[in-house]
């Protein structure tokens, strides 16, 4: 989200909507990636309900 536009539940009204329509189609979970930097994006979805799930680890081979 672009900071001109954070706080205004502009991402919270979307994940809400999402949701809704993913049960109407039998989706049982929902999952998302966020970068470890990203803090911001990460008590978003905490705060959304999500908990971690998985820790990724990468080896870059070039």
């Not at 672009?2 to 205004?8: T, V």
């Not at 991402?11 to 049982?28: I, N, T």
């Not at 994006?41 to 908990?51: E, H, L, M, N, P």
Request: charged share 20%; net charge positive.
């Amino acid at each position: 989200m672009l900071p001109a536009f954070r706080g205004q539940g502009i991402a919270s009204q979307l994940c809400h909507k999402l949701e809704r329509v993913f049960k109407d189609y039998g989706v049982k979970q929902m999952f998302v990636e966020v970068w470890d930097f990203n803090q911001s994006a990460q008590d978003f979805y905490q705060c959304a309900g999500f908990v971690q799930h998985i820790h990724w680890l990468r080896k870059p081979l070039v």
